[in-house]
C-alpha cells in the first residue's frame, strides 16, 4: 500500500520539476529549487529521487510520453501522410521552439547530450518511420523509412537552432517535408 503515496509523491516532483526545468534548464535548476515547487522539504525529495538527473530524466520521459501520445492522438483525425507527417513534425518541433523561446536556458530540455532527451528523439524518430513505412516500399526511392526519419529529425534539430522566428521554423519544416513527399511521390 506505500507505493500509492510514493507514486503520487514523484508525479507531483515531475510535475513540479518539469516547470522549473522549463524556466531554468537543467544547469541553472538546483535540487532546493525542485524541492520548493513541490512543497517538499529536501530530504523528502531525496527520498523520492536520489538527485537531480534522476528527476530530469523522469521529467524528460513524461514529456516525451505526453507529446507521443498527443502526436498519435491527433493523427488519427488526420488523413494521409502529408497532413500525418506536417502534424508530426510541427507538434514535436514547435512545443521545443516554443520552450525555449520563452526560457532560453531551457535549451538543455532538448540537448542530446542527455539520454532521456536522446530516446526521445529515437521514439519520435520510430513514429516518423511508422508513417513513412508504406510509402517508402511502393516508391521506388531506393531509401529506407529509417534513412528518411532520421534525415528529417536531423533536418529539424537544424531547423530549431536556425530558425529566428517562428514563421521561418515553419518555412523550413514546410520544404523539408514537401521535398520528402515528393521524392516518395505522395501528394503534399
Given at each position: ?33 525542485i ?5 517538499l ?57 516554443e ?38 516500399r ?45 521524392a516518395l511521390?505522395?501528394?503534399?
Amino acid at each position: 500500500m506505500t507505493t500509492g503515496p510514493i507514486t503520487s509523491r514523484r508525479t507531483n516532483v515531475v510535475a513540479a520539476a518539469g516547470d522549473v526545468f522549463r524556466r531554468y534548464g537543467f544547469a541553472r535548476t538546483t535540487m532546493a529549487d525542485i524541492a520548493h515547487a513541490a512543497g517538499l522539504s529536501r530530504p523528502t525529495l531525496y527520498a523520492a529521487f536520489p538527485d537531480k538527473p534522476a528527476i530530469f530524466e523522469a521529467v524528460i520521459t513524461d514529456l516525451v510520453e505526453t507529446e507521443l501520445s498527443r502526436i498519435r492522438n491527433g493523427n488519427r483525425r488526420r488523413a494521409g501522410l502529408a497532413a500525418q507527417l506536417r502534424y508530426a513534425c510541427d507538434q514535436w518541433m514547435t512545443t521545443g521552439y516554443e520552450i525555449i523561446s520563452a526560457n532560453p536556458d531551457a535549451g538543455d530540455l532538448f540537448d542530446d547530450r542527455f539520454p532521456a532527451v536522446q530516446a526521445g528523439n529515437t521514439a519520435f524518430e520510430a513514429l516518423l518511420v511508422e508513417l513513412l513505412e508504406p510509402a517508402t516500399r511502393s516508391s521506388g526511392l531506393g531509401q529506407s523509412a529509417e534513412d528518411l526519419a532520421r534525415m528529417i529529425t536531423s533536418a529539424m534539430q537544424g531547423f530549431k537552432r536556425r530558425a529566428t522566428t517562428k514563421a521561418e521554423l515553419d518555412h523550413l519544416l514546410d520544404t523539408c517535408l514537401r521535398v520528402t513527399l515528393k521524392a516518395l511521390s505522395v501528394p503534399s
